[in-house]
């Protein structure tokens, strides 16, 4: 009569991999992780700058019109006479840095997941413009100018080159959104007396230029923190 082995399985060493199983590449767990954390901070600054803007917006305590108004007039309006409204100005420019330094953030992250200098350091600099804003709020034109375009061309920019690490169909829509934010851009500085622009007007156009770039944050935050795998290159 055959006689069964009651000999003990061997146990792995610590770090062996069983012959059966497939080798895992222990670099994909901090690239994982990195991966994760920047679509956290990227969707939840995307989120956080609309719904600033929305609730500064409603309680502007004086008239407020989208098509008139810019958005950085919730922080104060141009010079000469420039105007500061409590407590829009407040929500505006603390949202503003605050939601500056978190792309910045997952900027750091992005670039720690893919190494691709090409997408990380337009979206750096988004957040950058970002936080100039808010610090330097209208009434500061100058300063308030160079960051107000370095966040509008570098948002347009950092979506369109997204798409090196985006699979499809996200990989596409990334590109339509920045390609929208841009061409809004080249609009506002060179075509603003043309009807369909002049008929936005200079708040409207603006609006045409941000919106994008802002939703863009929250679409290429929810693909890193998702299941799927984007592109990597190596």
């Known amino acids: 009569m055959a006689t069964t082995s009651t000999r003990p399985r061997r146990l792995e060493e610590p770090g062996q991999q069983h012959p059966s199983r497939p080798p895992t590449d222990r670099r994909s767990v901090p690239r994982e ?17 609309f ?61 720690r997941a893919f190494a691709r200098t090409a997408v990380t350091i337009p979206l750096a600099l988004f957040g950058i413009g970002a936080i100039g804003v808010g610090v330097f709020p209208g009434n500061h034109l ?18 369109v ?20 934010s841009l061409v809004s851009f080249l609009l506002a500085m060179f075509m603003l007396e043309w009807a369909p622009v002049a008929a936005l007007g200079e708040g409207g156009i603006e609006r045409w230029i941000v919106y994008p770039a802002v939703l863009w944050l929250t679409v290429f935050g929810g693909a890193l923190m998702g299941t799927g795998t984007p592109r990597r290159d190596d």
């Open 51 to 111: 719904m600033a803007i929305t609730t500064a917006e409603a309680l502007y305590p004086a008239p407020y019109n989208t098509a008139d108004n810019t958005i950085s007039d919730l922080g104060a309006t141009l010079p000469p006479n420039s105007v500061i409204l409590q407590p829009s100005a407040t929500i505006f420019d603390v949202s503003m840095i605050v939601t500056g330094l978190m792309i910045v953030a997952g900027a750091f992250f992005v670039h």
């Open 161 to 180: 080159l997204a798409a090196k690490v985006l699979v499809a169909p996200l990989r596409q829509m990334s590109v339509v959104i920045g390609v929208i």
């Open 142 to 159: 100058a300063p308030h100018q160079l960051f107000a375009m370095t966040a509008f061309i570098s948002g347009g920019v950092a979506a």
């Open 33 to 49: 992780r990195d991966r994760r954390t920047a679509g956290l901070l990227l969707a939840s600054a995307g989120a956080a700058v």
